[in-house]
């Protein structure tokens, strides 16, 4: 089992930067690939990024691909999103996941698939 807790979220004016957080705090990091997902009022939340145990492969959606950078330091056991020029539609309450075990390439965007989560932290952009 692992505990998850996101930190770094605020308010950022459009084209501005942030990084988030995601530190567990219980149980072996190594033992999961992390993901990032959002939710904005009123719509279901989606994938933003994951990366696996490692780090040696990481995947993006495409609205943030490009912008958005996904990292992990296994000895800090945190792994982080970099995101830069951002804009209105990132706001959102960011929320990341961990899964262990294999899973295809198409699972990895289907939060069903990961079995531990952040209560999540606030992102607000104003434009």
């Known amino acids: 089992q692992v505990q998850l807790v996101e930190s770094g979220g605020g308010l950022v004016q459009a084209g501005g930067s942030l990084r988030l957080s995601c530190t567990a705090s219980?149980?072996?990091?190594?033992?999961?690939?992390i993901g990032w997902f959002r939710q904005a009022p009123g719509r279901e939340r989606e994938f933003v990024s994951r990366?696996?145990?490692?780090?040696?492969?990481?995947y993006y959606s495409k609205s943030v691909k490009g912008r958005f950078t996904i990292s992990r330091d296994n000895a800090k056991n945190t792994a982080y999103l970099q995101m830069n020029s951002l804009n209105s539609e990132d706001t959102a309450v960011y929320y990341c996941g961990a899964h262990g075990g294999v899973v295809t390439v198409q699972a990895i965007r289907d939060q069903n698939v990961y079995d531990y989560w952040g209560q999540g932290t606030q992102v607000t952009v104003s434009s």
């Open positions: 219980e149980g072996s990091f190594t033992n999961y690939a």
């Open positions: 990366i696996s145990k490692t780090g040696g492969s990481t």
